[in-house]
């Protein structure tokens, strides 16, 4: 079946610093993607999407790469605050008659050290 | 504008005792979903409802039941708990337009059967 993973389950970085948050998908026919980020106790949120025919979208400090020729997806965060601590999640689009279904990775979490 | 609304917060069943979480959204969304979500196992689809008067199983739709009420309304019933479906529930709405579709999603409802 699809399936959506990520590389790093936690991620620790310095306030300031850029963080950069992988996925992975095994759907090459998957035609869009977005990011949510999770904060404790709360609903997913969307971050930031992307269609398959783009590369890179940006956002206010953020921004995703798609590489499809290896089926990777990243969110850029710019001078990460500790207002960005949370679970970031990729989700994938299936096709077909999935085309209702977002399928989610494991997710990630991101700790902003002051 | 309140968004995807979820009742209750919070809930505590004894094994074999049922009941049934409410979903509700007021932005006109035609389709609507309920993900129960468990540490290391990220979201998962239970039901999904294309738009009002269909509903579609998901990956994990074994020991729940789906209403779609009307176009705002979306309920989860579970019939018979059992101490497996301990999790959170998570609602979520979305206007699919293809190939986006952004869901918003509401507070969650932590359950526990014991």
């Known amino acids: 079946g699809e399936s959506v993973g990520l590389h790093l389950p936690t991620l620790s970085v310095q306030e300031g610093d850029n963080s950069i948050i992988n996925c992975a998908y095994s759907?090459?026919?998957?035609?869009?993607f977005i990011w949510y980020k999770q904060e404790s106790g709360k609903g997913p949120q969307f971050i930031i999407d992307?269609?398959?025919?783009?590369d890179k979208r940006q956002g206010q400090r953020v921004t995703v790469l798609l590489n499809k020729t290896v089926k990777h997806l990243s969110l850029q965060i710019a001078a990460t605050q500790p207002g960005d601590s949370a679970v970031y999640f990729c989700?994938?689009?299936?096709?077909?008659?999935?085309?209702?279904?977002?399928?989610f990775g494991k997710g990630t979490l991101l700790t902003v050290n002051p | 504008n309140a968004g995807v609304t979820q009742t209750p917060k919070f809930q505590v069943l004894k094994t074999g005792q049922s009941m049934t979480l409410q979903c509700a959204q007021d932005?006109?969304?035609?389709?609507m979903y309920w993900y129960r979500q468990d540490p290391g196992m990220g979201l998962r689809l239970i039901y999904y409802?294309?738009?009002?008067?269909?509903?579609d199983k998901g990956e994990v739709p074994n020991g729940y039941n789906v209403s779609r009420l009307n176009k705002r309304e979306f309920s989860l019933r579970l019939e018979s708990a059992a101490p497996s479906q301990t999790s959170v529930y998570f609602c979520?709405?979305?206007?699919?337009?293809?190939?986006?579709?952004?869901?918003?999603f509401g507070p969650g409802t932590r359950l526990t059967v014991l």
């Open positions: 979520a709405s979305s206007e699919w337009v293809p190939p986006y579709n952004e869901q918003f």
């Open positions: 759907n090459s026919a998957s035609d869009y």
């Open positions: 992307i269609r398959s025919n783009m």
């Open positions: 989700a994938e689009k299936g096709s077909g008659g999935s085309n209702y279904k977002l399928t």
């Open positions: 932005m006109n969304h035609n389709s």
């Open positions: 409802s294309a738009s009002e008067g269909t509903t």
